[in-house]
């Protein structure tokens, strides 16, 4: 048994396909700064094969432009990756780019007209001071040129802004150098035209929109501004003067740009009268105007709440809508300082778009290229940022881009604001139907679980037709999809969803992946994938650990890249690659399934772990794909990327190996020994047994020699073996080792002797286990077997090799009639059979009875029976009942009182597969049959507790001879029977013994109209008084046993009874007595009268005499008293 498993142990990587070479390939090395790695895609053009590896980081620390690289395959062990310069040749025409930060290389994707795809998300442009992250992706033509840009987010910025400030100048305001300040730190990055009106009781044009060239001389100009003073604060006049008079052409306005004004006041408007009618005119001449109410005045002459509160709801009507982007408060002039970032960020926003977008953002901080899926259809891609990081799909033709609106991908219902900042456009997929394509999303932080979003695309229009849910806080559901045409046949099997960061057991980054199969348009969960268990352990926890681990987090984040790849194993199904770049502390690994069936196996095939160091390259299965030869074999190859690096693995060809047995002779004979075959100089049988192996490989290169590696194992199933190798060279005889070298097919032949004394109770089993010797070539196939077990049956039938046998069989119930209660009545079948002549291989007995019985159990613990419905089938002897042997054994049965049958019939006969004469086959059956009757289950009790009784009648009471009413005899006296039925129907309609046929009735059921034209119907009135409105509720209730009619026939029919009669009689003992009339006779009442005078007499009597004779005064008293 040890060998055994030294040579599984051997023979274990030779049996898994891991037909992905780890050990052999190519190797990429980059920055581990710049995020070599991030992205990996193979690539083929006329000059050549390459890996294309994304970068994004490129450039850092000063400027993260990030690029790709084009790796070239098949020059050597370290080959010179080359920058292609992507940022440099991608532009947006009429726009002031922002290229530093665009991470360029964090999407890379090939495209169908053999070029491929990098995008930058991080791309911006500016608008007037407001940067705006859109993202961008550039076309690559297959000979590396840039084709065209694509920024499907960038909009064009609005008309540069006049922007007229109006200053309350009056004497409240305090101090008047706060207000230096804010204009300063405010307008220092303006690069626009700025106008400044100052108002107390007057107004004044203190700066002019076109008055000043630079920025500096605008703010020397600031700085020594005078206070405009006064006693009054005429807000409406300073709003108005600045209205009609700052924004005209004279004063340096420019036709067609935006008006924003900014009012900033401390107090209510003397002219408040005047405010309403001075706002409308703004709003004609559409001026945008951002309110800013200082309380610095309020507070120090502590105002009421309710001024203040009026003051603010004054400033608020002032400003513009929605009012809470345009009006701000601060509680005194030093504080205005903290909100001129604030104020500056909603005006530039005006900048971007032509609306009063001052808070919330559409498609400016978009950020496409996330994602991206290039199809025939054309581009689509992700835009996490977009409507303030709800994210979007922007889809991409050569028709036109298609923008979602920001509730395409909302649920309506959605009351609790569940799809705030979700990331939809996080990971973009396609799925091809019958019925046309589905576009897949996935937006991870949705209500923090992360879900799936699944749509159809008609135009510009989009339909969600399925969404799949996370289940854990977290997990990031959604944040990877790959779709999968595993059978190839053009249409999308499964969908896979990666949730790389679902937490383990001990709160570690595991990951998950969820295979959904897809059915009719509907997305259906399958499976989930999980990786290997990673056990976390660090300096605070690092019991029973042999490594510990020194970077963070802990896991494996196991779906943080998936991909589908091209057939590995070369059996016509695409496969499965799924990274888990955190595994072996950051080292990394990436997991190998299988297709199969159009889904993936579920257990994963290969683990390739990460070959860096876990410092200069981590995160290991960061990236990978695998849709090319590249080196030229006809074989997929597959790239994996991490950071700091990328490698190239060759895949090994499939080797398909077949094996076959067979034995000469096929049986053994012990009774046949050969005089040629001698063990222990003894002579026995031998066997030749033939072992052959066909061998070819997938692919369409040619056969190479093959080494390959078995063993053949006798009698494997045993501890010790019945036989053994004629081999003495051989140090186990009953195992041989061969390593053997074949082309197309090989055969070799191995002997072997049987021992003597052998037991016949099973067959000689032998066991061929068979692998390939060495791991440089290919690898075989995981689908087909790598062990053969064959048996040869051991016969004893004389020395004509010709086994007759003469089986008899006996069988006998132990009942010969019964009576079937309303219980399960059991009985028994002795079955008692003889082999008479050769030995009987295989012999069997089988019954079949009738369904008034059923099968208990067979009373032999070394018999083994098998039920199938109304059969028994049991073995015999096995393997074989020798000659001259008797077996007895017993069956139990159980009577079964739903079936009525008159009798229970069972039917037995002996085989086997040795052969038997016609003559002797008159005994292998015996029919049996036992009749049955039915006992009728009825069993009739009385109350035998009552023995005897006592009736008194009362003296003077006189009964007439007639009773005119039942009541004049007394209490009503009940008397029950029970009767106990033993389950039939209607027990008490007990008639003679005669069986009654009773034809069934057969009624059709009609349908009646109920009407009250035919039946009768109750009316009612119901008042209703004088009013204007007036409710009547009106209640009906249908009574259903109106409306049904049935009639029931019930019949039981006996076949046979049995009648018990049994007579219960019960004897009570009645005594009547009358009783004598009431009162004591007088004669008594006299002579108890006279008995107690005497006694009285004779007491007084006593005591006198001994008061006389002892104390007479003490007497005197005593009889004085009484």
Not at 135 to 151: E, P, W
Not at 351 to 379: C, D, I, L, P, R
Request: charged content about 20%; proline content about 4%; some cysteine.
């Amino acid at each position: 048994l040890s060998r055994s498993f030294s040579f599984l142990a051997v023979l274990l990587p030779c049996v898994l396909s891991f037909n992905v070479d780890d050990k052999n390939g190519e190797t990429f090395n980059g920055p581990l700064e710049d995020m070599f790695g991030y992205s990996v895609q193979q690539f083929e053009n006329s000059e050549g094969k390459w890996v294309l590896i994304g970068s994004p980081l490129a450039g850092q620390p000063a400027k993260r432009t990030g690029d790709v690289y084009k790796c070239p395959v098949g020059q050597g062990p370290n080959p010179t990756c080359i920058k292609l310069e992507l940022p440099e040749n991608t532009t947006i025409p009429n726009l002031h780019e922002v290229k530093e930060n665009m991470t360029m290389g964090t999407t890379l994707v090939t495209n169908p007209q053999g070029g491929f795809l990098a995008c930058g998300p991080q791309y911006g442009y500016m608008c007037g001071q407001q940067t705006y992250i859109s993202g961008v992706c550039t076309n690559v033509s297959s000979t590396f040129q840039v084709l065209n840009s694509i920024a499907p987010a960038v909009q064009e910025c609005a008309k540069e802004l006049d922007i007229v400030m109006v200053l309350d100048g009056s004497n409240s305001i305090w101090p008047w150098t706060s207000i230096i300040e804010f204009l300063v730190k405010f307008l220092k990055n303006i690069e626009i035209g700025v106008g400044i009106v100052s108002y107390g009781e007057e107004v004044t044009h203190n700066v002019n929109l076109s008055q000043f060239d630079t920025t500096q001389s605008l703010l020397a100009k600031v700085a020594k501004l005078p206070q405009q003073t006064g006693f009054k604060t005429m807000t409406a006049l300073g709003i108005d003067t600045a209205r009609k008079e700052a924004f005209t052409v004279e004063r340096g306005a420019r036709p067609g740009v935006k008006k924003v004004m900014i009012i900033v006041t401390d107090g209510e408007s003397h002219d408040f009268f005047n405010l309403d009618e001075v706002i409308k005119e703004c709003e004609e001449d559409d001026i945008e105007r951002f309110g800013i109410a200082v309380l610095g005045d309020y507070n120090r002459n502590n105002r009421s709440i309710k001024e203040v509160k009026k003051f603010i709801e004054e400033i608020q009507s002032i400003s513009s809508d929605p009012v809470g982007d345009h009006f701000f408060n601060v509680s005194d002039e030093f504080a205005l300082l903290n909100i001129v970032d604030a104020l500056g960020s909603r005006i530039f926003a005006l900048e971007a778009t032509s609306g009063n977008y001052t808070s919330s953002f559409e498609m400016e901080m978009s950020q496409a290229g996330f994602s991206a899926h290039t199809s025939k259809e054309g581009v689509m891609l992700g835009a996490v940022g977009a409507y303030e990081w709800n994210g979007t799909v922007v889809m991409h033709t050569n028709q036109g881009t298609v923008v979602p609106l920001n509730a395409d991908f909302q649920d309506p219902l959605d009351e609790r604001k569940e799809s705030l900042a979700g990331y939809v456009g996080y990971a973009v997929q396609a799925a091809s139907t019958p019925n046309g394509v589905l576009y897949i999303t996935g937006a991870p932080r949705y209500n923090h679980t992360g879900r799936v979003i699944v749509y159809k695309l008609d135009g510009g229009v989009i339909t969600v037709t399925q969404v799949l849910k996370g289940d854990q806080i977290g997990s990031y559901f959604g944040s990877v999809l790959q779709t999968v045409d595993v059978d190839q046949d053009s249409y999308t099997d499964i969908l896979l969803v990666g949730a790389p960061m679902f937490m383990g057991p001990e709160r570690e980054e595991q990951g998950q992946v969820y295979v959904y199969k897809l059915n009719e348009g509907l997305f259906e969960h399958q499976t989930t994938l999980k990786p290997d268990n990673q056990t976390c352990c660090t300096s605070a926890h690092s019991h029973g650990c042999t490594i510990v681990n020194t970077n963070g987090p802990c896991g494996a984040r196991f779906g943080t890249a998936i991909a589908e790849v091209s057939d590995l194993d070369l059996d016509g199904n695409r496969d499965v690659a799924i990274g888990a770049p955190l595994e072996n502390d950051h080292k990394g690994a990436v997991y190998v399934y299988h297709g199969a069936k159009k889904t993936i196996k579920e257990k994963y095939v290969q683990r390739i772990p990460g070959p860096g160091d876990g410092v200069k390259t981590k995160f290991f299965g960061q990236s990978i794909h695998g849709v090319m030869d590249l080196n030229g074999d006809g074989i997929i190859d597959i790239t994996i990327g991490g950071l700091g690096g990328a490698s190239l693995f060759w895949s090994k060809d499939v080797a398909e190996l077949y094996a076959n047995m067979t034995f000469d002779p096929n049986k053994i004979n012990l009774q046949q020994p050969s005089e040629d075959c001698v063990l222990g100089e003894r002579a026995t049988v031998c066997v030749k047994t033939r072992v052959c192996f066909s061998y070819s490989v997938k692919s369409e290169k040619d056969h190479l020699n093959l080494a390959i590696k078995y063993n053949l194992t006798l009698d494997s199933l045993r501890a010790k073996s019945r036989a053994a190798f004629v081999n003495p060279d051989e140090k186990s005889e009953r195992k041989v080792q061969v390593t053997a070298n074949i082309i197309d097919a090989l055969c070799l032949e191995h002997s072997f002797a049987m021992k003597a004394n052998l037991d016949f109770r099973d067959p000689i089993m032998v066991s061929l286990e068979f692998g390939l010797a060495e791991d440089t070539g290919p690898v075989l196939d995981g689908d087909l077997p790598t062990s053969l077990n064959k048996t040869i049956p051991l016969v004893d039938c004389g020395s004509d090799d010709k086994c007759i046998a003469d089986l008899s069989l006996k069988a006998v119930p132990s009942i010969q009639s019964l009576v079937i209660k309303a219980n399960k009545e059991k009985f028994h079948v002795l079955i008692t059979i003889r082999n008479s002549q050769d030995n009987a291989y295989n012999t069997k007995v089988m019954l079949s009875f009738t369904e008034n019985i059923n099968y208990v159990k067979v009373k032999a613990n070394d018999k083994v029976c098998s039920l199938n419905n109304t059969k028994v089938e049991c073995a015999v002897g096995y393997p074989f009942l020798k000659s001259n042997v008797e077996e007895v054994f017993e069956i139990l049965f159980e009577v079964n009182p739903a079936h009525v049958w008159k009798e229970i019939q069972i039917n037995v006969t002996a085989t086997s597969d040795s052969e038997e004469l016609n003559t002797t086959l008159h005994d292998n059956s015996v029919r049996i049959s036992i009749p049955v009757k039915y006992e009728a289950g009825l069993r009739f009790t009385a109350d035998r507790h009552m023995k005897e009784d006592h009736i008194i009648v009362k003296e003077g009471e006189h009964y007439p001879s007639v009773f005119n009413h039942t009541s004049v005899i007394g209490e009503e006296v009940k008397i029950i029977y029970t009767t106990i039925t033993r389950d039939l129907i209607n027990p008490l309609k007990i008639n003679n013994n005669n069986t009654h046929t009773i034809n069934p009735k057969k009624e059709t059921l009609s349908v009646f109209l109920v009407g009250c034209k035919d039946h009768p119907c109750k009316s009612f009135i119901c008042s209703i008084p004088h009013v204007n409105n007036s409710q009547v509720n009106v209640t009906f209730r249908v009574w259903k046993p109106t409306f049904i009619k049935v009639s029931t026939h019930l019949c039981v029919c006996f076949l046979s009874f049995a009648c018990f009669n049994t007579v219960v009689s019960i004897q009570v003992k009645i005594q009547v007595s009358k009783e004598a009339l009431g009162g004591i006779p007088l004669w008594i009442i006299i002579v108890s009268i006279l008995i107690g005078l005497l006694i009285l007499a004779l007491v007084i009597f006593a005591l006198w005499k001994v008061c006389v004779c002892s104390q007479p005064s003490v007497c005197l008293c005593l009889l004085g008293n009484l």
